[in-house]
């Protein structure tokens, strides 16, 4: 079991940046891949950034490419996002997750945070 807590989200002005993290208890940190999605009112969920275990690998959305980077510290149990350019359209509650294996869809994982609110203004 695997529990995941979210922060560092908040209003934030068009072109700036913010650095959510996502905290991890229970066991084997290390062994599972981490995702962040986000959920725009209204909206269904979607892919924003992946990294596998032991950071061999990230992918990203084609929407945040070249403006966020997901890293993790496995010694926290902590996975990153840091947001920067940001963008209206990145206004949204952000989830991290935890899976066995990559992938970018939301049924790849089995542990979810509650989510943290991100919004920028124009």
């Known amino acids: 079991q695997v529990q995941l807590v979210e922060s560092g989200g908040g209003l934030v002005q068009a072109g700036g940046s913010l650095k959510l993290s996502c905290e991890a208890s229970?066991?084997?940190?290390?062994?599972?891949?981490m995702s962040w999605f986000r959920q725009a009112a209204g909206q269904e969920r979607e892919f924003v950034a992946v990294?596998?275990?032991?950071?061999?690998?990230?992918y990203y959305a084609d929407s945040v490419k070249g403006r966020f980077t997901i890293f993790r510290d496995d010694a926290k149990n902590t996975v990153y996002l840091q947001m920067n350019s940001l963008k209206p359209e990145d206004t949204a509650v952000y989830y991290c997750?935890?899976?066995?294996?990559?992938?970018?869809?939301?049924?790849?994982?089995?542990?979810w945070g509650q989510g943290t609110q991100v919004t920028v203004s124009s």
């Open positions: 229970g066991r084997a940190f290390s062994l599972y891949a």
């Open positions: 997750a935890a899976g066995s294996a990559v992938g970018r869809r939301s049924d790849n994982y089995n542990y």
């Open positions: 990294i596998s275990r032991s950071a061999m690998a990230t």
